[in-house]
């Protein structure tokens, strides 16, 4: 099963999400949320040893939201399988840094037709030179559970950024997928 934030692992990853803190509330409401051209397009994981994710393509859903896919490959007793999986994407500026949430897009609920949206990646994004972006999640040890509005999360986020161990150590980078070449050594392989 993917995790939103190894996006995102990655966007940036963005989040995927699987070694991030979940946060009950996104970085910013829906209704606030923007988007960034830079984002649009496909992306690879650059120099990662851990990375599964093989490509992450990120396109606007609406004036304010964007959709990410990844795609990776996962291994169950040497036999890889190809797995691809939705995220609806949130990003907000805060204090001059991007940071992002994300959540998997999920079936709707039979009962009553909504999603489950109750746990959203959170990662900062950092663009870095030619067109490389930084992927950074807030920690998988960092509690984010008692947070309960947008306003809550934004200000946690500003006070800890730079706080160790707040954000996971290394992050991943991405390159635009067209935008590959010899220069950048890729652990990704591209489908």
Known sequence: MWS??????GIATVVAFAACSDSPVPVVDSSESMLDARLFGTWVALENESADVARITVFPFDEQQMVAEIV???STDGVYELES??????LAEI???TWISATELSEPEPDNGSRDESAWAIARLDFEADGVILFREVSHEIEL????T???LQAVLV?????????DDEGIRFARYDGVSTRYPTTAVVF
Request: proline content about 3%.
């Open 72 to 74: 990776g490959l996962e």
């Open 159 to 167: 006070d800890r950024q730079d706080e160790q161990g707040f954000l």
């Open 145 to 148: 559970d008692g947070i309960e």
């Open 85 to 90: 999986t939705l995220f609806r994407v949130l």
């Open 95 to 97: 204090d001059g840094t």
């Open 150 to 152: 947008v306003e809550g």
């Open 4 to 9: 939103p934030l190894k996006l995102l692992s």
